[in-house]
């Protein structure tokens, strides 16, 4: 635990200091972000392909932006993709980037279209994923809740619980899915 606290503790002091650094500067890079590399425990008994386990992971303290790969260098790499991805989107949105060392709060996506149907969300979470609550947005998809290959099981269950196929639903989204099950529902 004292370990752990240390290395918060470093984490914070680092983003502290861009911070002040950041003062200086309106037009900030990735470097002047404060940026740790940590290197993650993998699954040697995971046999899957689609959920690539990576060595190393790369972050902005206290934004929550990260970057994995297989080396140090490859996660750094993939941090400076996702912080560029991140500068664009800001940029047409005219939302600016956060200052370096600020903290960045978590943002959920919308559940405007999930919320149209509380109730077969609700069932859908029990019959079909077989849990006893998720949290789902409208970019929530089939893929989020298990880690096969494909999503043929899920699209089965769909068919025999509710009747209604949702195989040439490409993004297996479930905003998409319940819009599907209650238009059915509501012409049968």
């Excluded at 914070?12 to 002047?32: E, G, T």
């Excluded at 077969?120 to 006893?132: K, T």
């Amino acid at each position: 635990m004292t370990h752990n606290f240390i290395v918060r503790a470093r984490d914070q002091m680092h983003a502290v200091w861009k911070f002040c650094l950041s003062i200086c500067k309106r037009d900030w890079v990735l470097s002047d972000y404060p940026v740790v590399i940590r290197a993650n425990e993998t699954d040697p008994n995971y046999i899957g392909t689609r959920l690539k386990q990576h060595r190393y992971t790369a972050l902005i303290v206290n934004w929550g932006l990260a970057g994995l790969g297989d080396s140090e260098k490859e996660a750094l790499i993939a941090l400076d993709k996702s912080f560029a991805a991140a500068k664009i989107e800001r940029a047409k949105t005219h939302v600016a980037l956060p200052r370096p060392g600020a903290h960045v709060p978590i943002q959920f996506a919308s559940q405007e279209r999930v919320n149209r149907h509380p109730e077969l969300a609700e069932d859908f979470v029990h019959r079909v994923l077989g849990l006893d609550w998720a949290w789902i947005s409208d970019e929530s998809s089939l893929w989020d809740f298990h880690a096969g290959e494909n999503n043929d099981e899920l699209i089965s269950k769909i068919k025999e619980v509710y009747g209604v196929d949702v195989s040439d639903i490409s993004s297996a989204r479930l905003s998409e899915i319940f819009e599907r099950i209650a238009v059915e529902q509501q012409s049968a």
